[in-house]
């Protein structure tokens, strides 16, 4: 059956979830995508609630609700991350699950896609109460984690260590050591090189396509960076590295402006040693709202979900938008931003270095052989311009946005893997 139009979107919905189903739908339009096929995609292949109980430390035992959701293994073993925090939803990892299987096809990876989490506030648990909640959560998803079914990594308040923790429990019920279970580990367990610095690193590569593209040297591109965590302050580190001047940076601090170009290395130090850029006297105090309408070459959002609306997209006076982030972009924002020409590099395509080294993390694990930096940095750079390349050509056949252009690319691979495995029943 041809693709039928789905129910009118609300209007007032901005959330990132709700923008990632709104940007799906019009691709699967234009792809005419058959409707048992759109039904198929749009839901996850398996939803899983488990109870995790913890004694905790007055003997006292609290039980903790946690998720797995696995949006899709039509190309491969779901991957995504686990996140602790206190207000997550059944239906945000059913979103955030279907975002990575779009995110691993957009950039050809071998992988569906997957998020889980627990109901929890890190901030109010102690280390030994993290470990016992980790433990439990993998002890309650034996079935379902495994190097060839589904391989977790960090997430919002998930780091190395309860990689750790998930690959240890794993590797003790299989009653041998399985690296390959988990990615985002430490490197003396299996973990890779260069994993730290992969998302800011593809920030830097299709940035410098996208230059390309519109013939824009980068020597001497004006750049304005909003966060300044893992994915921002490796950004603007590559990109001044490449010659690039960012002329803007800023964290929840607040913003610093420098129009003469901000010293990233100086300013990394700074917030290496704050823990927060404060204090900064490399550039003029501006707001975060100041920097994200600053003119510039390139706009590079790196901190959170929303920050680029319908509300402030009129005067966005970049010409790039690169987007660090996950979702700083909203759907009612798009258009807006299209109509002025500005190229916005999805999020899904520009963010995808950290799962693509991930990726070659589960397959140095799988191979027990460890890659020199060098070659994972080489990998990745091949990876993700072809991921650009395919995006633009996909925008260019369907004369659409660039956003649009990667869910058509990522939403016909899935696509095809059903079509030619076949439903069984
Ligand atoms: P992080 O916690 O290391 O850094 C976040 C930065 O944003 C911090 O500097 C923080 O001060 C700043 N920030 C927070 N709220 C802000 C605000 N309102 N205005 C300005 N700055 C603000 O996080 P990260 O790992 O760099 O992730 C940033 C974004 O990139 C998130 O959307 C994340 O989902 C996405 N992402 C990260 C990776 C990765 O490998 N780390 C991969 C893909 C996507």
């Known amino acids: 059956m041809p693709y039928k139009e789905p129910a009118p979107i609300n209007l007032d919905s901005e959330s990132p979830f709700e923008s990632m189903m ?71 990892m059913k979103a955030l699950a279907a975002w990575m299987t779009w995110k691993c096809a957009v950039v050809n990876l071998p992988f569906g896609g997957a998020k889980g989490g627990v109901v929890c506030d890190p901030a109010v648990l102690t280390p030994v109460q993290l470990e016992k909640i980790a433990r439990r959560y993998t002890a309650n998803l034996l079935d379902t984690f495994g190097p060839e079914k589904d391989i977790p990594a960090p997430d919002l308040n998930t780091n190395e260590q309860i990689m750790a923790w998930v690959m240890d429990t794993y590797s003790m019920h299989a009653r041998h050591t399985v690296t390959s279970v988990v990615t985002g580990k430490p490197k003396i367990l299996g973990g890779s090189l260069g994993r730290r610095e992969a998302t800011g690193r593809g920030c830097m590569i299709v940035t410098k396509e996208a230059l390309d593209r519109l013939r824009i040297p980068v020597n001497g591109a004006t750049v304005a960076v909003q966060g300044f965590g893992n994915v921002g302050s490796m950004s603007a580190f590559f990109l001044h590295g490449l010659g690039c001047k960012i002329i803007a940076i800023s964290d929840v601090s607040g913003g610093y402006y420098n129009p003469d170009g901000i010293d990233i290395p100086r300013a990394i130090d700074h917030a290496r040693q704050q823990r927060s850029l404060r204090g900064f006297a ?46 700083p972009t909203t759907a009612h924002a798009d258009p807006i931003l299209e109509s ?73 691979r899935v696509a095809q893997a059903v079509k030619v495995r076949g439903i069984y029943a």
């Open 22 to 92: 709104e940007r799906f739908e019009h691709a699967a339009r234009l792809l005419n995508l058959d409707r048992g096929l759109f039904e198929f995609l749009k839901v996850p292949e398996r939803q899983i609630i488990v109870a995790i109980p913890i004694q905790m430390d007055d003997g006292s035992v609290q039980v903790f609700e946690g998720y797995r959701v696995i949006h899709s293994i039509a190309r491969g073993p779901s991957k995504g991350g686990i996140r602790f925090a206190p207000d997550i939803t059944l239906d945000e």
């Open 282 to 327: 490399g550039g003029e105090s501006i707001t975060n709202e100041e920097l994200l309408e600053l003119p510039c070459d390139v706009l590079l959002p790196a901190a959170r979900e929303d920050q680029i609306t319908a509300e402030n997209a009129g005067r966005i006076k970049a010409k790039i938008i690169c987007e660090g982030a996950n979702g």
């Open 340 to 412: 002025r020409g500005i190229l916005v590099i999805p999020d899904i395509l520009a963010n995808a270095g950290g799962v693509t080294v991930s990726y070659f993390e589960w397959v140095q694990d799988r191979m027990g052989y460890f890659w020199p930096l060098e070659q994972v940095n080489d990998g990745l750079e091949r990876i993700i311009r072809e991921g650009f390349h395919d995006v633009f050509d996909t925008a260019e056949q369907y004369h659409v946005s660039l956003r649009i252009g990667a869910y058509i690319l990522a939403i016909d």
